[in-house]
């Protein structure tokens, strides 16, 4: 079992920086791929950013060169760096663990809205 812990998030006018940050605890030991990923209103949910263990990273294409995604694998956090906001980075935003340990599990933080306004 892995708990997450999501701060950050809020509202920031357009071209404007936030930044996110989760906390992991629990299984720590067994997390393999940690990520953000975000859902706007009427849409379905999807990937933003996601860093293994070993720090390799995978953006979604609207976000590359806006957004960056950094682990602490020491103190079992992830943090998404926010920059040059869009009104359509407009949504909650949702930390995520991976973890292996004979099957594959997913866990989820409670979520963060974040609001650009244009």
């Known amino acids: 079992q892995v708990q997450l812990v999501e701060s950050g998030g809020g509202l920031v006018q357009a071209g404007g920086s936030l930044r996110l940050s989760c906390a992991a605890s629990g299984s720590t030991s067994s997390i393999y791929n940690m990520g953000w990923y975000s859902r706007a209103p009427g849409k379905q949910r999807e990937m933003v950013a996601v860093?293994?263990?070993?720090?390799?990273?995978n953006y979604a294409s609207s976000v590359k060169g806006r957004f960056t995604i950094s682990r602490d694998n020491a103190k079992n956090t992830v943090s998404l760096q926010m920059n040059s906001l869009k009104p359509e980075d407009t949504a909650v935003y949702y930390c995520?663990?991976?973890?292996?340990?004979?099957?594959?599990?997913?866990?989820w933080g409670q979520g963060t809205q974040v609001t650009v306004s244009s």
């Open positions: 995520n663990a991976v973890l292996v340990a004979g099957s594959v599990q997913h866990y």
């Open positions: 860093i293994s263990r070993e720090g390799n990273t």
